[in-house]
């Protein structure tokens, strides 16, 4: 803390007496990948009147925080955290180039900064913006249901994370026709401040069509990745296999049926002749008619022969 208002205290006094010889200069656009070394490259100016002019303090700060994230003094260096660096090496107060060097870059190193460097002949001051981008990943496409044919509506959904700033999902069929407009997009941010970018597509039953490309732009309409879906891949082979199965155990069930008809018919003939036994009315074959009508063969010359005098 006695640093910081040591630092205070000289870059008043200093720059009050040499305003103008020394001045920060700074790349005006900072642009870092997420999660690798980003840089926010400043140099500082010198007056020919101040050329020999050695730095006494380097101060960078983000803009907002209280405490610097890399403080030079007296020939000691402070830093808030184990991620930043001077840019240069083996950077020493006769080296010009102030530049930070931030390591495995977050979202929250996105943001203004401000270097404040004082000499023996003079101080400067710069602000300037670190902007930090990350490439999406491949979208991966799904559908509901699971098994598309195009016989019936369905939905595609499109995902893709990990990239900043937001971009867009975009929809296309096989002809190049875009479908963006009949679907949906979410961009939600997740932990680590990156996007999660979802697209539904909602598709009609009948006007589907084969194939569908589901591409991740950008912030800037930068196209990054593509996902290619099939709906219904080889077509016939594939819709007409699982028939094909289907049919097998039909085989087997429709003898099962008329085996059992057979079954039922024969129990009925036995019930119709212990009836007849106890000398029941006839009349009672009545609910018999249907299985007389399907099986004329065994109930019927049995009945007629009964009921018959
Ligand atoms: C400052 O140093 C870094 C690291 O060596 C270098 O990449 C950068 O280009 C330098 N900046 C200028 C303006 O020379
Ligand atoms: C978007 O992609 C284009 C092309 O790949 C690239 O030039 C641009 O820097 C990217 N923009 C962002 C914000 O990532």
Request: proline share 5%.
């Amino acid at each position: 803390m006695a640093s910081i208002r040591d630092f205070i205290f000289i870059s008043t006094l200093v720059g009050a007496a040499h305003a103008g010889f020394v001045s920060v200069e700074c790349k005006t656009e900072n642009v870092g990948q997420f999660g690798q070394q980003v840089m926010v490259d400043c140099v500082i100016q010198l007056k020919p009147e101040a050329a020999d002019a050695e730095i006494k303090v380097v101060n960078w700060k983000k803009n907002g925080d209280d405490k610097p994230l890399l403080h030079f003094y007296r020939g000691e260096y402070q830093r808030s955290k184990e991620r930043y660096s001077f840019a240069e090496p083996s950077w020493n107060n006769a080296n010009m180039n102030v530049s930070l060097l931030i390591k495995d870059a977050a979202m929250e190193d996105e943001g203004a900064y401000t270097c404040t460097v004082v000499t023996n002949r003079g101080d400067g001051s710069v602000s300037t913006s670190l902007e930090i981008r990350a490439k999406y990943n491949r979208p991966t496409v799904t559908s509901t249901p699971e098994r598309l044919t195009g016989d019936t509506d369905g939905v595609l959904t499109c995902t893709s994370e990990g990239g900043y700033p937001e971009g867009k999902l975009r929809w296309f069929d096989e002809h190049n026709a875009e479908w963006t407009k009949s679907a949906e997009m979410q961009a939600v941010k997740m932990k680590d401040g990156l996007f999660r970018l979802s697209s539904s597509l909602t598709l009609l039953r009948g006007s589907t069509f084969s194939k569908y490309t589901c591409m991740v732009y950008n912030h800037s309409g930068g196209k990054e990745e593509e996902f290619l879906f099939e709906i219904n891949p080889h077509n016939d082979r594939h819709e007409r296999g699982p028939e094909k199965e289907m049919n097998t155990p039909s085989k087997i069930v429709a003898p099962v049926v008329v085996i059992g008809s057979l079954i039922v018919g024969l129990l009925i003939l036995l019930v119709v002749r212990r009836r007849r036994n106890r000398h029941e009315p006839v009349s009672t074959c009545e609910p018999l008619r249907a299985v007389e009508r399907d099986h004329p063969d065994i109930i019927c010359d049995v009945e007629k022969g009964g009921s018959e005098p």
